[in-house]
């Protein structure tokens, strides 16, 4: 990347796919390693209200911004699953606030009016991308993976429709997790959908 020309600073942030920017985002961006520069001139253009500063060293080019950009923001490395992904493809029909991430650290966060849950799940699953989808601005479980990573934080958990899952791509993922028990847990629930069917 090369260094934007004077007063081209803000354009290329604007300009940028992205929503949500972290001060190492806008390093890269603007080929700057000189972090009280930065620091300084994001400050100088949320004071005139050309960006909005979400979190500390996060900001947006406004409050339209996307919630799950910002979301795999705050810790990384991770990734938008659980009941988010579930709700969304039709496999639960409880309707729950909060957005949920797949993270190295438990935690849950309010911004914006909106809370943030961050579940903890082991390093090798969390870093390992089978059904995770990184084509976008952020980093988001195929329903597969949801599914998935929602039994291996709750053995015993109720899904309402399991019609959504193609289970040839629940089989392919589940060796990522080494877990017999849980290997076992995700055969019962696939002869439940079968016999119910």
């Keep these: 990347m090369k260094k934007p020309e004077k007063g081209e600073y803000l354009e290329v942030l604007l300009r940028s796919p992205q929503s949500v920017f972290t001060t190492k985002d806008v390093a890269l961006l603007w080929a700057e390693n000189n972090p009280v520069i930065i620091s300084e001139r994001l400050r100088k253009y949320v004071k005139v209200g050309k960006l909005s500063r979400i979190r500390r060293g996060i900001y947006a080019k406004d409050k339209k911004y996307n919630k799950y950009e910002f979301a795999i923001k705050i810790f990384r490395p991770s990734y938008v699953s659980f009941e988010t992904v579930l709700g969304a493809s039709g496999m639960t029909f409880q309707y729950y606030g909060n957005i949920f991430i797949a ?68 089989f392919d993922i589940l060796p990522i997790y080494n877990n017999k028990k849980m290997e076992k847990t995700v055969q019962k629930y696939y002869e439940n959908y079968k016999n119910n069917k």
């Design 103 to 170: 993270s190295y650290l438990k935690r849950e966060i309010a911004c914006d009016g909106q809370t943030y849950s961050f579940v903890k799940i082991k390093d090798t699953i969390l870093n390992n991308p089978k059904g995770i989808d990184q084509t976008g601005e952020y980093a988001i479980a195929s329903k597969e993976r949801a599914f998935l990573d929602t039994i291996y934080r709750s053995k015993k958990y109720h899904f309402d429709n399991l019609s959504p899952l193609d289970w040839d791509r629940v």
